[in-house]
């Protein structure tokens, strides 16, 4: 059995509130706020182009110029698929000691609208792939920097990013404090929902703003597995089937020789049945009410680009009740050569895990498992829904005081979040009431950005001179 990750990030159970805080008051001694604003790469900086191409040695060979393609598109785009070499990048940078269960991947993009179970709508963290334990502060980090690379990318001006940043950051740090000050179980059921989204924008936007938010809640409540299902499906010989688009997305039928075909959806097939054992009882009988009928890899995200991921086609009562489940690829996460490890053998369980803990409420079809591929490897898995009421936020559209907004409901979700692993207390002591973090930040942000536009070039500069291959964006 693995450890249990909660032993691992919190201090002694018996230890009292003031001891908490004054774990946190005396990392402040060895490690100080304003310290983070500092970040100047090492002599021996993993040149970023190797970091890329060891992830892409692991993934399928003609997917991952499709990577290469999309993050030369833009530094934003970029800054998305290089986490591992952020992860790098951080591991250079202090740390208050005190740690908790990290995103990962705490970028902009991966904050987004969601279903409860009990259908409410609920704002949140989206992507753990690189969930694992690890300093608190690399999530805020990672969310800081990616409101300046796109804030940039929006026109923004240097003081507008600052002023984004500084918010973020207040807005964590304040949380932090709330969260040290609450019951265990009021910290567990805390969450951020439409309303409080909708209560923020009636506080600090115009009209137009709170418009735009409540057309995307509502679309985001459009997102569901009946409308994958009319996008992603048509109907051969009177059957559903999903519908061949690629390279994006290719169905079996399609990719694979009939022979591998065959093992490969067997495979699938047993993928299905077996990761149910990973569910509440009660989910696992849902489960069983749905036949497997079709499936198709999928191309997904940015930095995942190359990964191996099944859209399973599922049907209920009839041709009317479809379940679409994603199934996708679980490789160790980016942290771990520098955060350490973790407790999970299965790189699945790990991301189901760590995305139970973060979350005010999770895919009730999360789930994982591991299965053997058609070249005799093993490869863990983790599954969900592929929509269930998802709202992806455009960042390229938002205002200055539309992203203020946002970035204070990211800074707010991150604390909750790190909140119900690490320990807040001790967290919200080193942050203290001042603002000395929150500036700090500003100016990592800013440097990081600068880097991150610097690796965007080398990027750019090697795919134009041939050295790595990449296709246009489809």
Known sequence: MPQDTNSMLRTAPDATPEQRAALGKAARRATPRS????????????????VLEAQSATRLPELVPIRYGRMTES???????AAAIMAADLATTGDSGIRAQLCGDAHLLNFRLLASPERNLLFDINDFDETSPGPWEWDVKRLAASFVIAGRANGFTERECADIVLTTVRSYRESMIRFAGMRNLDVWYSRVDIGRLEALAAQQLAKRGRRKLARFAAKARTRDSLQAFDRLTGTVDGQSRIAADPPLLVPAADLLPEGERGTTQEQLRTLVSHYGRSLPSDRRTLLSDFRFVDMARKVVGVGSVGTRCWVILMLGRDGGDPLLLQAKEAGTSVLAPHAGAGPYRNQGERVVSGQRLMQAASDI????????????????????????????????????????VFGEACGATLARAHARSGDRIAIAAYLGRGPSFDRALVCFAEKYADRNERDHRTLVDAVRAGRLPAALDC
């Open 35 to 50: 310290s983070h604003a500092e970040f100047e790469p090492p002599a021996d900086r993993p040149d970023p182009l190797a």
């Open 75 to 81: 530094p934003f785009r970029f800054y998305r698929g």
């Open 365 to 404: 079809f999360l789930g994982w498992e591991g299965v053997d591929g058609i070249d005799g490897r093993r490869r863990d898995f983790y599954v969900r829904q592929l929509r269930d009421w998802k709202g992806i936020v455009e960042p390229e559209d938002m205002v200055p005081s539309g992203m203020r």
